[in-house]
């Protein structure tokens, strides 16, 4: 007769019964954090001629030799948008 193949378990070693060979199932030791809900930022769109008045600033910024996150600081917007609004055409 033909020896039966063993099935491997998925469980690690020293995670089976002696008596039986069965994998026992292990429930993890740490304890998972909640996650903390944070309430969801308002979206607000800014209007033209507030782009127009952000565009000004940003490029007299540049002028006065002043680092882009000096000038993002400033006006409360981030880096990436100080320089989207200095290349804009």
């Known amino acids: 007769m033909a020896k039966k193949a063993k099935k491997k378990s998925a469980a690690s ?3 089976s019964s002696k008596k039986t060979k069965k994998a ?9 954090k909640p996650v903390k809900k944070t309430a969801a ?6 209007s033209t001629a507030d782009v127009a008045k952000l565009r000004k600033s940003v490029i ?5 030799k002043k680092s882009a996150e000096a ?6 917007i981030s880096k990436p948008y100080v320089y989207v609004l200095k290349n804009k055409a």
């Open 71 to 76: 000038i993002a600081k400033d006006l409360g």
């Open 41 to 46: 930022r308002k979206v607000s769109r800014r």
């Open 60 to 64: 007299a910024g540049f002028k006065a």
């Open 24 to 32: 026992i199932a292990v429930k993890s030791v740490k304890a998972k």
């Open 13 to 15: 070693a020293g995670t």
